[in-house]
């Protein structure tokens, strides 16, 4: 595996008023890994990815990307450069069809219409859309528009992809369909750091994780090290956790 | 044999036969005043047109667009009244200027959402109407303050836009409509269009798929910005006088977007429609009965809009293609794309 790495954030810090969301994060994730941030509701996962995509600029530390520094440019840089990123709270277009959804996205890449519906068509198929790509955004199902949201970022063709929570609210069979395309997203290349809850499908996808409380890191290392770790388990796989394990 | 073409041959057949029936209406209809009052709804469909590109596509409320169409109107009839140049030149000065004004005004205020920017731009613009009644002249050049401004005769000279005939005028107006009829098409197909529905559906995920939303809106609104201010430009010829509150108070810039919004704003159509309709409605009431009480067909004009928006919020295109689509036996399947465009032509 190659050693190069694609994203490094250095002493990554953000005050909001007295409280510090994201406190002198270290990370680093290499080309074509897969790793998980995970932790506690209001942890500061989505905080860390709006550093990084430039939607909120740090109060202190740097963002670096393919060995440039980032900081501090704006979301559509940041976007051009090669990042993609997808939202918790999805945002589709809700007027404009799921293939059009995607279509914005292509355009990053080229002005073309004709090629920019080519891509767009292609990473609707892959996400398993196909059948809906005339359907308007807004009537689609939750489920759905979390492949739409993972859709519209990997038109960009992104060299790292950052996924929030595309996993919650799906149903089993959904979330196994989900896994598996995070897991072929990857394989094709694209580097990916997803936030999730759902804990086995993270181990599933992820050869690496990383563990926020209170916008601090408190652990790092494969799955099995992650959850074997006691801080871990008292910060947020909680007493329950615990139980199960032993 | 209609029933054997795909829609796109029978949206061509269509706009074919209403086009032949606008080139030849002049020929049969030959008193001046219907003459005007068709020029006039072609011009509100054009202005609303104009308004569509950034108060539709890009969903910017913009009540403020009798600032481009006066600044154009005005840079060009001082051009042509003080200097004797064409406005057939003069437009270019005139639809500069308004492109320029349109960035000065966008450059701080797009970066507002939703209502702040609306009221920006109604501040300006009243701003800009006090200031065009209290300036008889700048540097000698005459504006003629609150009586308004005389663009000067000088009888039959198509080539600086005045003719004795009205024909002349409808037909120009025909043109400029089919126009921005063509540009709004190339929009919707373009990047730009995409670009410019994604940012009014939503402006964070816009962003987050590599576009710059400001540049975007500056880019629409100066594309706006200039089509109005022909429009403005071609009213001044055609009225021959231009008077602060036409063309740049509140009937000029809320009239651009009532008549968007009601024929349908954000599609082709929907705007071209709307103007046609509702300035011919508006003209009949007030041909029957603006005489009896003052301001009565400003009234009913005003409920028929009111109703639109809550019955019809879509805009009357959502019924015309409706009733077109089963007139002409569309095939369902067949969905004309375009960004967020459900209208087709
Ligand atoms: N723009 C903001 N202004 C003020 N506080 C903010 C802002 N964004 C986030 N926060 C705060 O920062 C903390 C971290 O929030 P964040 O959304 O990053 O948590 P999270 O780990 O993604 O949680 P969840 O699992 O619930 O999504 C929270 O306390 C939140 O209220
Ligand atoms: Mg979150």
Redesign the pocket.
């Known amino acids: 595996m190659v050693q190069e790495t694609v994203l490094d954030l250095r002493d990554l810090t953000i005050n ?1 008023g007295g ?1 510090v ?1 994201v406190d002198s994060l270290n990370m680093t994730v290499k080309k074509g890994e897969a790793v998980g941030l995970i ?1 506690p ?7 860390v990815f709006n550093l990084i995509s430039g939607f909120y600029k740090p109060t202190r530390g740097d963002v670096v990307f393919m060995n440039e520094k980032i900081t501090g440019l704006a979301p559509y840089d940041v976007c051009r450069k090669g990042i993609g990123r997808t939202f ?1 709270i999805v945002k589709p277009f809700g007027k404009m069809t799921v293939l059009e959804n995607v279509m914005v996205g292509g355009f990053s890449r080229t002005r073309n219409p004709q090629e920019c519906r080519q891509i767009a068509a292609e990473v609707v198929e892959m996400v398993g859309l196909g059948s809906k790509k005339d359907a308007l955004a807004k009537n689609l199902t939750i489920g759905d528009r979390k492949r739409l949201e993972v859709a519209k970022a990997l038109a960009t063709r992104p060299e790292i992809l950052l996924l929030d929570e595309v996993l919650a609210g799906l149903n089993p069979t959904e979330v196994d369909e989900s896994v598996e395309l995070i897991k072929e997203i990857n394989a094709s290349g694209i580097t990916i750091v997803m ?1 999730e809850h759902v804990l086995q499908a993270t181990m599933a996808i992820c050869n690496r994780i990383v563990v926020l409380d209170y916008g601090k890191k408190i652990a790092e290392g494969t799955p099995a090290e992650v959850t074997q770790d006691p801080e871990v388990i008292k910060a947020y796989l909680g007493d329950e956790y615990e139980t199960t394990v032993n | 044999m209609v029933k054997n073409m795909t829609n796109e041959n029978k949206n061509r057949l269509v706009a074919g036969i209403v086009l032949l029936i606008a080139v030849l209406i002049p020929l049969v209809l030959d008193k001046p005043y219907y003459i005007h009052v068709l020029t006039m709804c072609l011009l509100w469909a054009y202005l609303a047109s104009a308004w569509n590109i950034v108060g539709g596509f890009a969903g910017q409320l913009s009540l403020g667009h009798g600032i481009y169409t006066s600044v154009g109107a005005y840079v060009t009839v001082i051009l042509f009244n003080e200097f004797g140049l064409s406005p057939l030149l003069g437009m270019f000065f005139g639809a500069g200027a308004a492109v320029l004004v349109s960035l000065i005004i966008g450059l701080p205020t797009f970066g507002l959402r939703g209502a702040y920017y609306a009221l920006s731009t109604v501040a300006i613009s009243e701003g800009l109407v006090v200031l065009y009644e209290n300036t008889m002249t700048i540097g000698g050049l005459r504006l003629g303050g609150a009586e308004g401004l005389i663009v000067k005769l000088i009888g039959d000279a198509p080539l600086h836009l005045q003719f004795t005939s009205k024909i002349p005028y409808y037909y120009i107006a025909l043109v400029m409509l089919l126009l921005i009829i063509g540009l709004s098409k190339w929009i919707t197909k373009s990047r730009l269009g995409y670009y410019l529905v994604a940012l009014r559906e939503d402006e964070d995920g816009a962003r987050a798929l590599g576009i710059d939303v400001r540049r975007t809106k500056l880019i629409a609104g100066a594309l706006s910005a200039f089509c109005a201010a022909i429009g403005g430009i071609f009213y001044a010829m055609l009225i021959r006088y231009l008077e602060p509150q036409a063309i740049a108070g509140a009937a000029m810039s809320t009239q651009m977007v009532f008549l968007a919004i009601v024929g349908g704003a954000g599609t082709v159509m929907g705007p071209v429609i709307g103007g046609i309709l509702l300035a011919l409605i508006s003209e009949i009431i007030r041909f029957y009965l603006g005489g009896y009480v003052m301001g009565l067909h400003l009234f009913i004009y005003g409920l028929i809009v009111v109703l639109m928006i809550i019955y019809k919020p879509g805009g009357i295109i959502e019924v015309v293609e409706h009733y077109y689509r089963r007139l002409m036996n569309f095939r369902d399947r067949e969905v004309a794309s375009g960004a967020g465009d459900s209208s087709g032509s």
């Open positions: 909001f409280l969301a932790g509701n209001g942890a500061g996962k989505t905080t918790q936030i």
